[in-house]
């Protein structure tokens, strides 16, 4: 009976067992939904740092234009489902290494910094997104570095 309730419970859920249920796609739109988070952190949703998501999505996972334009319609729909960033950043930490969490606070960075300043609601979102991810403050800030050198 129990294992039953919890089954059900699972299946109602959507939790998986096992890193290997976990998809690409699913993967993708976590980013996408992330990078999302990030362009409506300060309230407003700049046109160009939707665009600039849309740029970096289709160079981090080798998209066409039409195809990271999906990606970012989905990763809308995703955050706006969303009650917390919970279960982007699960993912995130099921299938990323240090080194791809580091290149994804990269990414975020550039995109805090697309409309040409930092928010402080962006700034905080990128600490708590390194605290949830378990990424020390040094690597933080050497991400906040490496995208403004970019710049």
Same mark, same amino acid.
């Given at each position: 009976?129990? =294992?039953?309730?919890? @089954?059900? &419970?699972? #299946?109602?859920?959507?939790?998986? *067992?096992?890193?290997? %249920?976990?998809?690409?796609? /699913?993967?993708?739109?976590?980013?996408?939904?992330?990078?999302?988070?990030?362009?409506?952190?300060?309230?407003?949703?700049?046109?160009?740092?939707? =665009?600039?998501?849309? @740029?970096? &999505?289709? #160079?981090?996972?080798?998209?066409? *234009?039409?195809?990271? %334009?999906?990606?970012?319609? /989905?990763?809308?729909?995703?955050?706006?489902?969303?009650?917390?960033?919970?279960?982007?950043?699960?993912?995130?930490?099921?299938?990323?290494?240090?080194?791809?969490?580091?290149?994804? &606070?990269?990414?975020?960075?550039?995109?805090?910094?697309?409309?040409?300043?930092?928010?402080?609601? /962006?700034?905080?979102?990128?600490?708590?997104?390194?605290?949830?991810?378990?990424?020390?403050?040094?690597?933080?800030?050497?991400?906040?570095?490496?995208?403004?050198?970019?710049?």
């Amino acid at each position: 009976m129990f =294992a039953q309730l919890v @089954k059900f &419970l699972d #299946q109602q859920l959507g939790n998986r *067992s096992g890193d290997a %249920a976990i998809s690409a796609e /699913e993967l993708q739109r976590a980013v996408a939904a992330l990078c999302v988070e990030m362009a409506r952190a300060d309230m407003e949703e700049h046109p160009n740092e939707l =665009a600039r998501a849309q @740029k970096m &999505l289709a #160079q981090r996972f080798s998209l066409t *234009s039409e195809q990271s %334009a999906t990606l970012l319609k /989905e990763g809308m729909a995703e955050s706006e489902r969303a009650a917390s960033l919970y279960r982007f950043v699960k993912l995130i930490n099921q299938q990323f290494d240090a080194d791809a969490k580091r290149g994804l &606070l990269v990414m975020l960075w550039r995109l805090a910094y697309a409309d040409g300043q930092l928010d402080k609601y /962006e700034d905080a979102l990128m600490h708590k997104l390194a605290e949830l991810m378990y990424v020390p403050i040094v690597d933080l800030m050497r991400a906040k570095d490496l995208a403004l050198q970019e710049k």
